[in-house]
T-cell receptor
Framework: EAQVTQNPRYLITVTGKKLTVTCSQNMNHEYMSWYRQDPGLGLRQIYYSMNVEVTDKGDVPEGYKVSRKEKRNFPLILESPSPNQTSLYFC??????????FGSGTRLTVV | GQQVMQIPQYQHVQEGEDFTTYCNSSTTLSNIQWYKQRPGGHPVFLIQLVKSGEVKKQKRLTFQFGEAKKNSSLHITATQTTDVGTYFCAGGDYKLSFGAGTTVTVRA
């Protein structure tokens, strides 16, 4: 089944403790992206990647890192999480010119 | 950067009625995409419009791209309870910017 898989689905952590949210797609898509969703703000792009080793900042990249060492994986790294990074995170992938396929989301709480 | 604005933020609809949600951009868009997110779910791609003035239909949903490629609309006829959710428009290429969404509730 064609899908984008994110892990974990839920995560509660403490301020400053490094964490990684994994994302993997099995559709051989070139584009991958991370979004965060907050009430009233819609989906805001954190980082995107156009292919292996090619990444760029989205609209809200501060406090996040990404890497794209393989085409299928696009992990999101929070080196020192803070409470304002409490949010619902979505990973997504697509081919150029087509719509995104989203993962099921990761609900992160930073206390 | 590019901004995509959506109105209204909320739409309360009587079952069987029609409604329209609008999407406006400050810059010309290469394309516009529409997504639907059910409560508790993830966004699901509905359609992409590329050409100026383009109109596409999916059953009761009609999508339109403006002549200047700066605005778009989604019109739903004969609203059903299955239409409940948040509808997002998104514009751009590498950087796909989403609007804040229109959240639709339906009164039976």
């Amino acid at each position: 089944e064609a899908q984008v898989t994110q892990n974990p689905r839920y995560l509660i952590t403490v301020t400053g403790k490094k964490l990684t949210v994994t994302c993997s797609q099995n559709m051989n898509h070139e584009y991958m992206s991370w979004y965060r969703q907050d009430p009233g703000l819609g989906l805001r792009q954190i980082y995107y990647s156009m292919n292996v080793e090619v990444t760029d900042k989205g609209d809200v990249p501060e406090g996040y890192k990404v890497s794209r060492k393989e085409k299928r994986n696009f992990p999101l790294i929070l080196e020192s999480p803070s409470p304002n990074q409490t949010s619902l995170y979505f990973c997504a992938s697509r081919e150029r010119g087509l719509g995104y396929t989203f993962g099921s989301g990761t609900r992160l709480t930073v206390v | 950067g590019q901004q995509v604005m959506q109105i209204p933020q909320y739409q309360h609809v009587q079952e069987g009625e029609d409604f329209t949600t609008y999407c406006n951009s400050s810059t010309t868009l290469s394309n516009i995409q529409w997504y639907k997110q059910r409560p508790g779910g993830h966004p699901v791609f509905l359609i992409q419009l590329v050409k100026s003035g383009e109109v596409k239909k999916q059953k009761r949903l009609t999508f339109q791209f403006g002549e200047a490629k700066k605005n778009s609309s989604l019109h739903i006829t004969a609203t059903q309870t299955t239409d409940v959710g948040t509808y997002f428009c998104a514009g751009g290429d590498y950087k796909l910017s989403f609007g804040a969404g229109t959240t639709v509730t339906v009164r039976a």
